[in-house]
């Protein structure tokens, strides 16, 4: 059995011995940069955890996992330009560092470089770990297109906010933890609850996501916080106290996410106070609670001794305790 | 053994059958619209036209090759953009039409719906056939790039340019060719003479292209012509041109492609005139015909009764033939 930090070990030095040392030199700069960023490489960390769950051989996890991870990073390439996002993990992002053009292909050569590593994959899995990549792909895309849409559309529920982010977030995670098992040579029920063990994670790690945008701290964060503020992000945050709010914070809310311009300060601290007032932070702190509830559940309900759950049970804890 | 007249009918069929019809509606719709501009469909008749002249089992081609049209439809909703093309086939072009980031992830849902569909093929294919279409699709971002690239350098050489075509445009139809004759059971030496057939094709067919965009009939054409002209792309016109003249003809030319403003009208008529006193049609003329020769010949080399060829030998000719 491996623990994280042996897996992190394994992921980190396949990333590093990915070649983007290629011509043309515009294309690939850009993807060597933005794997340059570092981080945590949660999910090809989560499929060679859970292969190693059911026993399976973590090499042949590897390059789906790969897969999986460059696959993700051109979806940060493609969602920074549709978001205007200017900084990511405290660095400029790719469009923003050379262009639009040179972001949406540079993007593109990335999603073709992730299948050709997923198709080094052997081959009594090939068909089974593409489709689940591939449906996680198409999910992404249509979960970043709801995004979009939401900062234009008034009337978002909560259902529709977590539709959203099954789609654009947890979809992935999903499919993360589904492929270790496929290759771990689990059975079609234990695969389908690794799934929802990851779909349910994603969406507590979204939710985390959308508190530490407002309430992380910067220097950890890497970036300002209060982004999706000020972009007018229809977060969790804002989807639950637009629900709470009445009379004149109601109508504040729906002034300051309405598209035009404001001092983005002022803009800030008094969104910031509303959500305060309404206990929003704490009612999302529940919800965040009640997802990972559930996310264990589909994980304890594997028929395995609990001692080799332990590793993806702490990993799941990190990635709610974090603080970036 | 299939007529051009059949396989365009079975693709036509089969294209309509995608069923684009999904929400969200903001991401299927353009998908939907490029498809509806219609077009010959040269790919994948061209993989069914190839798996058939080696007597394999067209049904078995045609997942693949609706995946490659796919693949050829994302790109270009993405190369509308960088290129600023404001139209194709006399319809708006996909981000003039929403907007830019509508057609950025509109093409990457396309993308991965392309490997949706490519990923149905018999597994006695399919890791072969993934291998196909991904390297078509790396090499298109990569002369994608380099055409980029030769809108602001200066001094592009021949060779760099059919480089570039050879991966933007050369590559995905000897790669449809490839698939075909994958599917049909061809041997190694076989397939590789199909990729050489297809590429060889592709660079007469690109060449006519550049000629069709500054000497095509408008009407039949569907948009105006010397777009390329307008937008600096060096096409082998250019190359050619700017390798032939001097003095004061050279100095036009690279005074008209170095990215100021000009009189559009203007500017075509003096380039063409330019090209016309140069003899480029000619010279174009004849390289496209040896690019055809060079194809004709990778296709006579396989061993199999010339009968069997006619097909694909009437294909390439109309492409070679077309107005539009």
Chains 1, 2 share one sequence.
């Not at 070649?19 to 043309?24: A, C, D, E, S």
């Not at 190693?52 to 790969?66: C, K, T």
């Not at 073709?112 to 792909?137: D, R």
């Not at 979009?148 to 529709?160: A, G, S």
């Amino acid at each position: 059995m491996h623990n994280i930090e042996d897996i992190q070990d394994i992921i980190n030095k396949n990333i590093e011995n990915l070649n983007f040392k290629l011509t043309p030199v515009e294309l690939y700069e850009p993807i060597s940069y933005i794997f340059s960023f570092g981080g945590k490489r949660i999910r090809p960390v989560l499929t060679l955890l859970a292969c190693d769950l059911f026993d399976g051989q973590v090499e042949d996890a590897l390059n789906p996992a790969i897969a999986l991870e460059m696959f993700h990073n051109f979806t940060l390439i493609h969602d920074d330009i549709m978001d205007k996002a200017p900084m990511r993990r405290g660095k400029k992002t790719v469009y923003k560092k050379w262009n639009t053009d040179i972001a949406i292909l540079s993007g593109d050569a990335l999603f073709a470089k992730a299948y050709e590593v997923a198709i080094k994959t052997n081959e009594k899995y090939l068909k089974n770990v593409l489709k689940v990549l591939t449906k996680a792909a198409i999910d992404v895309c249509e979960g970043q297109q709801y995004d979009m849409n939401y900062e234009t559309d008034k009337n978002i529920t909560l259902p529709d906010y977590i539709e959203m982010i099954r789609l654009k977030t947890a979809a992935l995670i999903g499919a993360c933890l589904k492929t270790g098992a496929i290759i771990g040579n689990a059975d079609d029920n234990e695969v389908a609850k690794m799934y929802n063990f990851g779909e349910n994670l994603g969406l507590a790690f979204q939710l985390k996501d959308d508190l530490l945008d407002l309430f992380g701290k910067e220097e950890v964060f890497g970036k300002k916080t209060g982004g999706d503020v000020i972009t007018n992000k229809k977060t969790y945050l804002y989807v639950k106290s637009f629900e709470l709010a009445t009379g004149n914070e109601k109508k504040i809310l729906s002034n300051y996410f309405s598209g035009n311009e404001f001092d983005e300060e002022e803009k800030i601290k008094t969104v910031k106070s509303i959500y305060n007032n309404l206990n929003v932070i704490e009612i999302t702190e529940n919800e965040i609670d009640k997802f990972f509830k559930q996310s264990i559940k589909c994980l304890d309900e594997i028929n395995l001794p609990s001692f080799r759950k332990s590793e993806l049970k702490k990993l799941a804890n990190q990635l709610l305790r974090r603080e970036s």
